[in-house]
């Protein structure tokens, strides 16, 4: 059974059920652990119809465990795409009107290039053979599926968490190709507090016998129970306190009173498993040291000389930032600093705190105050480029 | 951050300050309304800055420029001379260090314009002279005990701190209770007595 889901997913891998865009010799990636990625491949989805000025696209950059199914159907879960709350015909990001980019991260494992991917090498997957990815080389591979479609300016990226994390990065190295740009729930850098999870995760998959030092795929095996652990740390850092005890607070799972031993006694606890088995059908371990590792480098400020305010200068892009109030993975903090950096850069920015008890995740769900400003902010950068877009 | 929403007559007179198409930061934006009257009217590049995030969220469903902000605290972050003008509209007196902000106003626009509520009006006099008590009027609704307004200034006292501060006074306007402006003639005193607001356009 193991093996048959391995084999599953290795499928998704490299040849994914969406489009995919095959980069040859000609056109290698460049990574910034200094080496270049070559061959390599983007899987990606799109929405609606670029319009003939090709000025109404939005690049949609998808979290940690996202992937570029996000306004259809995800062909490993059978779940509605993951942002569809927003992003859908006469929804407030309308694919009637603007036309929606979203690829999986290289590094990921639903068809872009990563650990999980077939070397042309060793006809063997990369496993940890991969270079170490960064949040800057997803976005240089972006640039290139962007430049395939021919559009020379995004009218807007938006991203949430890792997503924003490459939001803010495309708007410092492309500021010229980002009309307007929304990061949600994001930094400018990991915390110190962020990268010990990632690292109490990354041990949990690596403590499992079947990780086999990263090469788990050639023998058939997957380490699901680190995997396992790995999301049910994350998953309570994606939640809040408050959000927690309102949906389980103490209550037992199906049985009247503890049973003294150590079965899932807790609701909590019931979830928490839940949450952890259902992501190891659909996510590739190593991947996942990958893009926790990528978020742990980022540092937008370290990579301009510790200003973050030079990473943004002279920029013209229109930045709306929001943050959630229960968020303690990426508090409001961490947006204020980049709205600092953006003031003290002269450049154009709104910036929305939104009251909830949701936590970090409140990204993704339905938040009527923060579809209310992303509708309101993309209506007036839409006037300002001369996009329409409708009542 | 701007905390009186009652008579707003101030909006127009603020707008009128302004040269189109300028670069323009709102500090205290409130709702918005006069970031709005603004890009409308003049078409400036505005900006806003408001300290309740009620304020900020309505402001940015509503497309505006605005961020979440505190003027004591987040000015410091501000560039020099990076906006043609910045506005402060009824929330000096709600500052904790009002001559550190208009300071930082000074230094961040070319031109300030400074909106606020005279706390030498008649009526606010003959509350304290006749009454003895601290005025509650439909201009100043708040009770001493949970007002936002902590620093009250006359117009006397606000050209006190302008000549302090090294500002100059570019123009100004005091209003009456109906709003009307009254006449350039009159003398700094009757101003004093008879204007319910007063605006100032200041440059450093």
Known sequence: ?391 | MSVNHTNRVDLQVMADLIAPGSRVLDVGCGDGALLELLQRDRNVDGRGVELSQRGVNECVARGLSVIQGDADSDLVYYPDKGFDYVLLSQTLQATRNPRLVLEHLLRIGRHVVVSFPNFGHWRVRSSLFFKGRMPVTADLPYSWYDTPNIHFCTIRDFVGLCTEVGATVESAIALNDSGQRIGLSMPWWFWNFFGQQAVFLLKR
Not at chain 1, 7 to 19: F, G, K, T, W
Not at chain 1, 348 to 363: N, P, W
């Open chain 1, 1 to 391: 059974m193991a093996a048959g889901r391995a084999e599953a997913r290795h499928d998704e891998a490299n040849e994914p059920r969406s489009p995919v865009l095959r980069f040859g010799a000609d056109r290698p990636l460049r990574l910034d652990a200094g080496i270049t990625l070559s061959p390599f491949q983007i899987a990606y989805q799109t929405y609606g119809e670029l319009n003939a000025a090709r000025s109404n696209a939005i690049l949609v950059c998808h979290a940690l465990t996202g992937d570029q199914h996000v306004a259809s159907r995800n062909p490993v879960t059978g779940k509605p795409g993951w942002w569809e709350v927003l992003i859908g015909p006469g929804k407030v990001i309308d694919t009637n009107r603007f036309f929606v980019i979203c690829s999986n991260v290289v590094g990921g494992c639903l068809g872009s290039t990563g650990p999980a991917s077939i070397s042309p090498l060793t006809g063997r997957a990369y496993s940890l053979d991969l270079p170490v990815i960064t949040i800057r080389d997803m976005v240089r591979a972006q640039a290139m599926l962007v430049d395939h479609f021919g559009i020379d300016q995004l009218f807007c990226v938006i991203g949430g968490s890792m997503g924003g994390m490459q939001v803010l990065e495309w708007a410092s190295t492309y500021p010229e190709r980002v009309f307007s740009a929304l990061p949600i729930a994001t930094g400018a850098r990991h915390s110190a507090q962020n990268i010990a999870f990632h690292e109490v995760g990354r041990q949990a998959v690596m403590a499992d016998p079947d990780w086999r030092g990263g090469t788990y795929l050639e023998h058939g095996v997957r380490p699901q129970k680190g995997l396992a652990v790995a999301r049910m740390a994350a998953h309570v850092t994606y939640l809040s306190e408050s959000a927690l005890h309102r949906k389980f607070g103490r209550n037992l799972q199906n049985r009247e009173r503890p049973t003294f031993g150590f079965d899932a006694d807790f609701q909590i606890e019931s979830y928490l498993r839940h949450q952890g088995m259902t992501f190891v059908d659909r996510f590739d371990a190593n991947s996942y040291l990958y893009l926790t590792r990528s978020m742990d480098y980022f540092d937008l400020a370290a990579d301009h000389g510790g200003r973050l305010a030079d990473a943004f200068a002279g920029i013209k892009t229109r930045f709306c930032l929001v943050s959630f109030t229960s968020d303690w993975l990426f508090p409001t903090e961490e947006s204020r600093s980049v709205v600092h950096a953006l003031n003290a850069a002269g450049a154009s920015v709104s910036f929305v705190e939104i009251e909830t008890d949701r936590g970090h995740d409140a990204f993704l769900l339905d938040e009527p105050e923060l579809f209310a400003a992303i509708d309101g902010f993309l209506r007036s950068a839409a006037r300002a480029r001369g996009v329409e877009v409708g009542p």
